[in-house]
């Protein structure tokens, strides 16, 4: 008999992870999945709501809201959340999307986006409430605190993945998606921005990245990988997404890469972060991270700080004695 069919890739195979995981499905009052299901936002184009629908719908009714109105109300912060964090290069999963950290982030960018702290608060508010309930609420890193940092394995898994990849177009995505923002420690919105005459390849073999008036140097274990993506793209333009700049979110070039089985996901966030606590590993001063990646607060470094090694005692007090 032949083996049931397995999916073909990385989006089907979360997909159906999801669905195996997914709790029984709650109990609605009357009209409020029609409401759910037949809710089109004027605000949002079509094809972007297209994306976020199934996640939106799912964790809507997942929050059992009490009237119809009440999830109409719902819907539109939860599709604004979801779009938000899908351009920070976050997976798109309940768990790793609806968290309270990603709701300030987002609250966060909203308000210096220009958008106004009542509407802000209101929707602040209202994605709260759809929150899944949190098993602690003590300090971690973890997938409710933002994309973890990935293993050294993964790591590696990750980067012999991009640069097999089976076609130069989707090879160049790779190797640029992976090693700017694992060996920079670019953003979403910092990769997808970038054009080919921000990244200069120094005589001397070192690689910076200007962005945003600051510039970022490749980690020289990664500058290989970068190469590889420069010379595979062949573009004058965005490195992502062409030379006119019309870019599609990074989600959707990241599904369409062929991985080997057990590869994880390439996901920019947990990039970045592992590129920060390489560098807090090998003790680059926090205040040269800070000012490289134009960070305001220290949040992020700090939690990942606890994944840092105490230094030797020994080691330690030579630098408080400032004899080190």
């Not at 037949?38 to 605000?43: D, E, V």
């Not at 009237?67 to 309940?94: C, F, H, N, S, Y």
């Not at 220009?114 to 929707?123: E, F, I, L, M, N």
Request: proline residues 7%.
């Amino acid at each position: 008999m032949p083996s049931p069919s397995k999916p073909t890739s990385a989006a089907a195979a979360r997909r159906a992870t999801r669905q195996k995981a997914a709790p029984p499905s709650a109990v609605l009052a009357a009209g409020v999945a029609e409401r759910i299901s037949s809710y089109t936002p004027s605000s949002i184009p079509g094809a972007q709501w297209a994306l976020v629908r199934p996640l939106v719908m799912e964790v809507v009714t997942a929050a059992a809201p009490s009237t119809p109105e009440r999830a109409k109300q719902l819907m539109l912060p939860a599709a604004k959340l979801t779009l938000w964090a899908i351009g920070q290069g976050v997976e798109m999963d309940r768990a790793t999307v609806f968290t309270s950290t990603m709701v300030e982030e987002w609250a966060r960018a909203q308000l210096a986006a220009g958008v106004s702290k009542r509407t802000v608060a209101t929707h602040r508010s209202q994605l709260r409430a759809i929150l899944p309930p949190s098993p602690s609420s003590a300090p971690k890193v973890g997938r409710g605190d933002g994309p973890n940092p990935y293993s050294a394995t993964e790591d590696l898994a990750l980067r012999r993945a991009v640069v097999g990849q089976r076609t130069p177009v989707y090879r160049a995505n790779g190797c640029l998606l992976y090693g700017l923002a694992r060996g920079a420690g670019l953003n979403a919105a910092a990769v997808r921005q970038v054009r080919r005459d921000d990244v200069i390849d120094h005589c001397d073999g070192a690689i910076e990245v200007r962005v945003d008036g600051r510039s970022l140097w490749v980690l020289d274990s990664h500058v290989d990988v970068v190469r590889i993506g420069l010379s595979s793209s062949g573009s004058n333009g965005y490195l992502v997404g062409g030379r006119d700049g019309n870019r599609h979110n990074i989600t959707e070039y990241v599904d369409r890469f062929s991985v080997p089985a057990g590869t994880p996901h390439l996901n920019i966030g947990r990039c970045r972060n592992t590129w920060i606590l390489d560098h807090l590993r090998r003790g680059t001063p926090i205040k040269v991270i800070v000012d490289a990646l134009g960070f305001k607060t220290l949040a992020q470094v700090e939690a990942l700080l606890a994944l840092v090694d105490s230094p030797d005692p020994d080691v330690a007090a030579q630098a408080l004695r400032g004899t080190s």
